[in-house]
């Protein structure tokens, strides 16, 4: 069965701290996203990765910034965690866009920054 | 540029009555159509997708979807709702290497 696995479920920060959030598939994809999901927003997408040690910048970038040494793995990485960074971040991985490359999600993180 | 568009971020329907949550895209080249499903505290999984094979495309847990180009929309229905599908549905977009999420439509179920 595909897996998508993400470090942590819930965290809680404070303002300024330095946060990492880890995701690991093995599908072997090659593609992997991060997302964030607020109420009303749908899914915003942060950054994503064509491969190793490739990042792209998606629509709200800022703040946020990303890291992929090794295929099977994805982190997403908040330098100084500010209150409107709290929010559900999902991760998610695909072999190929398009035909057969539907995304495959992880359960999610839950951060509150404080 | 591509979007997704669904109307109606609520939905409520009677046990056993149709279910319909409507989804219209733009794209500048043919798409690739998905509807996904989040249940409370999880993340998304895939429903059904659209590949430009049938335009009537059938999914997990007797939904089904069919894609209409002259009105750029792939709604989703299911004939009669069950108390299990209450959770949120998605309707994405994509026409290459980046995938466009609508914002989503919360789905009750009505005893």
């Known amino acids: 069965d595909v897996k998508v696995t993400q470090s942590s479920r819930y965290l809680v920060k404070r303002t300024g701290e330095k946060v990492f959030l880890e995701c690991v598939q093995d599908?072997?994809?090659?593609?992997m996203f991060w997302y964030r999901q607020d109420p009303g927003l749908g899914l915003r997408l942060i950054y994503f990765s064509y491969d190793v040690k490739m990042k792209e910048k998606g629509d709200i970038p800022e703040g946020y910034s990303v890291s992929r040494e090794k295929k099977e793995r994805f982190s997403l990485i908040l330098e100084s965690a500010s209150t409107n960074q709290t929010s559900m971040y999902l991760c998610?991985?695909?072999?190929?866009?398009?035909?057969?490359?539907?995304?495959?999600f992880g359960e999610g993180s839950r951060l509150t920054v404080l | 540029a591509q979007s997704v568009t669904q109307l109606g971020s609520h939905v409520s329907v009677s046990e056993g009555a149709l279910v319909l949550l409507r989804c219209n895209y733009s794209?500048?080249?043919?798409?690739?159509l998905f509807w996904y499903v989040q249940y409370p505290n999880q993340g998304l999984q895939l429903l059904l997708k659209y590949t430009s094979a049938a335009t009537l495309v059938k999914g997990i847990n007797g939904f089904e979807a069919e894609f209409k180009k002259s009105e750029t929309s792939f709604h989703l229905t299911k004939p009669s709702a069950h108390m299990s599908d209450a959770a949120e549905y998605f309707c994405?977009?994509?026409?290459?290497?980046?995938?466009?999420f609508g914002t989503g439509t919360s789905l009750t179920v009505i005893p």
């Open positions: 599908m072997d994809h090659e593609n």
């Open positions: 994405a977009v994509s026409p290459g290497n980046q995938f466009y």
């Open positions: 998610a991985s695909a072999r190929l866009a398009g035909v057969s490359g539907e995304l495959f």
């Open positions: 794209s500048s080249v043919p798409p690739y």
